[in-house]
C-alpha cells in the first residue's frame, strides 16, 4: 500500500469571475521509504499539491489517501491529530519561535499530542543530538547560523517518529555548502531510517539528490522519472 495517494485529485480557486485550476486531474502514488522532488516553476500547482498531502488544504475533487486514510473524509480536529502524527514539516522560513530554544522548539509538536514532559524532554535532545546539535540545545535561534536553525526544524518534524517529511524549499535561505550539508542528512535520514521525504524545489542540482523526480506544469503532472544515477552515486559519495 502506497503512503501517499492522489487519484485524479483537482482544485480549483474562484477568483471572481474566473476559476483558476491550480491542481487538474493529479493522480500520483508515492511509497513508503522514497524520497521525491517536486519540481515545476512558479504556478504550476507543485506547492497546491504539497499544502493538499500535507492536510493543509483540500482538493475541490478527487481522493487523497494518506497511509491508507482516507482524507477527505476527516474533520478538523482528526486532521490536525493525522497532520501530527504522520508528517514533519520542514519550510524555507525554518518556522522558530524565535524567542524559545532549540529544545522547547523541538518539543513543540509533542504539546499538542499531551507527551509526557519528561518524554517530550528525552525525545527533543535525542532529535537535536541525530541533527548534530548537541551543545546547542539552549541556544535561541539568533543564537544559530541558517544551516543550525534548519537542523532544528528537521529534528522537530523527526521528533514524533513520522512517517513523512515534507521539505518545502528547505534550502532557500542558505548558502551552497550549507544546502549541501542539509540534503546529505535528508539523504542518510531516508537511507537509514526509511523516512518518506517529499521536497519541493525549483533547482535541479537540490533535485538530483532525490530518488524519483515529479514534474508539474499548468496543474497537471507532465513528467514522472526515476532518478537512479544521481541517487546511487549520493549513496557512493556517503
Excluded at 488544504?57 to 497532520?83: C, E, K
Excluded at 542528512?185 to 523516512?195: D, G, K, M, P, Y
Amino acid at each position: 500500500m502506497a503512503l501517499i495517494e492522489t487519484k485524479d485529485i483537482s482544485k480549483i480557486y474562484e477568483l471572481g469571475e474566473s476559476a483558476v485550476h491550480a491542481l487538474d486531474g493529479v493522480s500520483v502514488k508515492i511509497e513508503q521509504g522514497e524520497f521525491v522532488a517536486i519540481m515545476g516553476p512558479s504556478g504550476s500547482g507543485k506547492s497546491t499539491f504539497m499544502n493538499v498531502i500535507g492536510c493543509l488544504d483540500t482538493p475541490t475533487s478527487g481522493r487523497y489517501l494518506l497511509d491508507g486514510i482516507d482524507v477527505g473524509r476527516l474533520n478538523r480536529d482528526d486532521l490536525a491529530s493525522i497532520r501530527n502524527e504522520k508528517i514533519g514539516f520542514v519550510f524555507q522560513m525554518f518556522n522558530l519561535l524565535p524567542r524559545t530554544s532549540a529544545l522547547e522548539n523541538v518539543e513543540l509538536p509533542m504539546l499538542y499530542n499531551n507527551t509526557p514532559y519528561s518524554e517530550r524532554k528525552r525525545r527533543a535532545l535525542a532529535s537535536l543530538k541525530i541533527l548534530g546539535l548537541e551543545g546547542r540545545e539552549h541556544h535561541h535561534p539568533s543564537q544559530l547560523s541558517g544551516g543550525q536553525q534548519q537542523r532544528v526544524a528537521m529534528a522537530r518534524a523527526l521528533v514524533n517518529n513520522a512517517p513523512l517529511i515534507l521539505a518545502d524549499e528547505p534550502t532557500g535561505n542558505l548558502d551552497t555548502k550549507t544546502s549541501i550539508e542539509i540534503m546529505e542528512l535528508l539523504v542518510r535520514l531516508n537511507q537509514e531510517s526509511h523516512i518518506t521525504i517529499v521536497l519541493v524545489t525549483h533547482e535541479p542540482d537540490i533535485a538530483a539528490y532525490s530518488g524519483r523526480i515529479i514534474r508539474f506544469l499548468d496543474g497537471r503532472v507532465i513528467s514522472d522519472e526515476r532518478n537512479e544515477h544521481d541517487e546511487e552515486k549520493i549513496a557512493l559519495s556517503g
